[in-house]
């Protein structure tokens, strides 16, 4: 199964004994939309909801910051996502989110055949292809426990390359945010960007219609924004959540020296002690 799949090839794939559809639907809080109600009210058929406002690590003081492995592993047990699924991801939001559920199965918590609906449920409504309602029966699976953090990167780390230099940040937020023209909404967060951050806003990556743009255009959005394409990269954006559709558009193009600095802007911006600067990369 490819990274990123066509409603055409999941239409023709539904009822494989082996294919789980997961809505990873997440909106953000001024977005006023109930992530859960609008997937019971309509949902690709088979669907299971993923939750990922709830899928987070309740202990840490950062937004949305990665689940412990063993809570991850007792959701996906839960959803009846076993250790030789084939996961099919797609959301309706206007952040993408499905991408960071790739991340975390993919990159973090050891999942080998996930991939990310193109267009999502957008498109699938588009197409008038079938929607179900409500919740459909699950059967547990198992998933075993497992976490990787060689693909994540801490505040501490991010302040080490910054001596190093030896990955470079690319920063998924808007420009207006980037820049600091725009102030941040979080309470005691201040406005700019990482020193040396390059800025490829999310909404690049996709066509008018949602789906991710072709590999060649991919490239070129990250290379006129001043990535160097040959470095490692460390993707960032707010709270974590952009910065994997930075992440999955790399791997579309075969870049898969990509981590993730999960605190983003939520931890590095509401630090007094970082360095902060303000204006265009």
Not at 5 to 31: C, F, K, N, Q
Not at 97 to 125: E, P, Q
Not at 227 to 233: E, H, I
Request: include cysteine; charge should be negative; aromatic fraction near 8%.
């Amino acid at each position: 199964m490819d990274s990123l799949v066509s409603t055409a090839w999941l239409a023709h794939e539904m009822g494989a004994s082996d294919l789980r559809i997961v809505d990873a639907s997440y909106h953000l809080p001024d977005a006023r939309r109930d992530a859960r109600g609008e997937y019971e009210a309509g949902h690709i058929p088979g669907a299971v909801f993923l939750d990922l406002a709830e899928l987070v690590d309740p202990d840490s003081p950062i937004d949305n910051t990665l689940p412990p492995a063993d809570k991850f592993a007792s959701r996906m047990q839960s959803l009846g996502l076993g250790d030789g699924s084939r996961i099919v991801l797609y959301d309706d939001s206007a952040i993408k989110t499905s991408a960071r559920a790739w991340y975390m199965l993919s990159r973090v918590f050891g999942a080998h055949n996930v991939a990310i609906l193109d267009g999502g449920l957008a498109k699938w409504k588009a197409e008038e292809r079938e929607i179900s309602t409500g919740q459909p029966a699950l059967r547990e699976r198992h998933f075993t426990a497992w976490s990787d953090t060689a693909s994540l990167r801490s505040k501490a780390d991010v302040i080490a390359l910054l001596e190093s230099g030896g990955e470079q940040l690319v920063d998924a937020r808007g420009a207006p945010r980037f820049t600091g023209e725009e102030r941040e909404t979080r309470a005691g967060v201040e406005s700019g960007h990482i020193p040396g951050s390059r800025n490829v806003p999310y909404k690049a990556l996709y066509a008018p219609d949602g789906t991710f743009k072709d590999k060649a255009a991919l490239r070129a959005v990250f290379e006129e924004a001043g990535v160097d394409l040959d470095r490692p990269l460390v993707t960032t954006c707010g709270s974590g959540m952009t910065a994997c559709a930075l992440a999955f558009a790399l791997h579309l193009i075969g870049k898969q020296d990509v981590a993730l600095y999960d605190g983003s802007w939520s931890e590095w911006g509401s630090d007094p002690e970082t360095p902060k600067v303000l204006g265009p990369a």
